[in-house]
């Protein structure tokens, strides 16, 4: 009897999954596509949501009572809760897969009006949390998340390695065909998005990302005429939006200058997918 349930422990013990916790979509099909079926995946930032303003259900403080892992990747979500997180499992370990980045700034524009000085200047300067939207990025990501695995979990490092491996190719051609869309344009071609989420994708491939609104304001009537003359001087044919903000501004500046409206989310699970659809709408393909 006592071998039997011996047996048993040990098989349990075999078969555990790794109980891990996201903050938001692309991270879950990051670990999940190098954990596999080794790791349970929670997610925090439900679908539809903003991570600026997500707050989580009493249902998803149970997973985070039970996790062994937290992987976090500095969106505001990240630090208003993880403090909190910590405090209900003091045993769950944090891991910040945006570490080994380098953070870039994300423009703000001062909204404000006051005397002597032009409303909507670029005066404000934040580091920006959407590290996750470049090939470039989510190699760093993998590479956080491959690691953690293999410490957490070391008899299966050959596992998660083959899965690694495979997410590495997955990212490279990615890359391929993202540069292969982009290649007709011209250096610095510039993209109009609604809120700023795609600044590291901007840099990695040399464009310029023209942002509606930033701070979660929107522009004022200055900044808005500087974007509808930047449509028409460098003949952009489209203006990218997000299913988690309101695009009313977005679709007034399309109605004005004639271009189409596309969603785009930076919290598409479909990393690769989205990233080629982004690459198209920007080439006006």
Known sequence: MKKLILLIAISTYMVAKINTVVSILPQK???EAIGGDKVNVSLMVQPGNSPHTYEPKPSQMKDIAKADIY???GVEFDTVWIKKFQALNKTMKVVKLDSGIEKIEIEEHSHGEEEGHEGDDHSNHTLDPHVWTTPKNVKVIAKNIYNTLIETDSANKEYYKKNYDKFLAEIEETDKKINDILLALDDKAKFVVFHPSWGYFAKDYKLTQVAIESGG?????KHLQKIISTIKNDYIEVVI????FNDTTAKMIADATGIKVIKVSPLNPQWSKNLINLSNAIAGK
């Open 217 to 221: 304001k929107n522009p004022k009537a």
């Open 29 to 31: 099909t990051f670990v």
């Open 241 to 244: 939006t997000a299913p988690e």
């Open 71 to 73: 992987f976090s990747i």
